[in-house]
């Protein structure tokens, strides 16, 4: 793990070196989970979280296709499921940071394009929240046993952009489609857990077209 950051770290350092446009995006997250056991598929109510990205676009062919490694930041999770019989009430928050490495292609005549980005996310913090009839409970990161902190994954994304001289305003969203489980258990039962994350952002391009 300690291999993968380290290289994706180099990359990104020497891509914000070059001359590029410096791209800056902040948004919300609606942000779920997904548990799969079995035949089985259940998901909670959705929670809003804050989604980031600090990012550099290199152009590679002309001004249609772009290279935009990215340092990215989420805050994922569940709002939780409240049952009535039990008065219980379950929710999470995980928050992510790593980077991303996204090729924008846009289109030749209408102002959008579309992103494809492979991503690494690490689990640097976050708790669950177990409410059972007013008695509250809550569990740190550190505390959840063998869940795997590390995500792999690709963002899909869509969005369009404006660029007045050297600076852009763009409007994006993106869905996370991770490679990897928060838990899997496939000895004697097939068992899943998933994120779910969609994200609609807003940023600004500073560099020029």
């Not at 994954?153 to 969005?159: D, I, P, S, T």
């Amino acid at each position: 793990m300690k291999k993968i950051i380290l290289s994706l770290a180099v990359i990104l350092t020497a891509v914000f070196a070059a001359n590029a446009q410096i791209g800056i995006r902040g948004g919300v997250g609606f942000a779920n989970v997904k548990y799969t056991d079995g035949n089985v598929d259940f998901s909670p109510e959705s929670k809003l979280g804050l989604s980031a990205g600090i990012s550099k676009e290199i152009k590679v062919i002309g001004k249609y296709v772009k290279l935009a490694p990215e340092l990215l930041f989420d805050v994922k999770g569940s709002r939780g499921e409240e049952v009535e019989l039990t008065k219980t009430f379950y929710g999470a928050s995980y928050n992510y940071l790593g980077l991303g490495l996204g090729v924008k292609v846009n289109l030749p005549v209408i102002p959008i394009y579309v992103l494809g980005q492979p991503y690494y996310q690490y689990l640097i913090s976050g708790q669950s929240i177990v409410d059972v009839d007013g008695d509250v409970t809550k569990t740190k990161i550190d505390d959840f046993g063998d869940m795997n902190r590390s995500e792999l994954g690709v963002n899909l994304g869509l969005g369009t952009s404006l660029h007045i001289g050297p600076v852009g305003l763009f409007l994006e969203a993106r869905y996370a489609v991770p490679m990897t489980s928060l838990e899997e258990i496939n000895e004697t039962e097939n068992y899943k857990l998933k994120n779910k994350f969609f994200t609609v952002s807003v940023g600004i391009l500073i560099g020029g077209k």
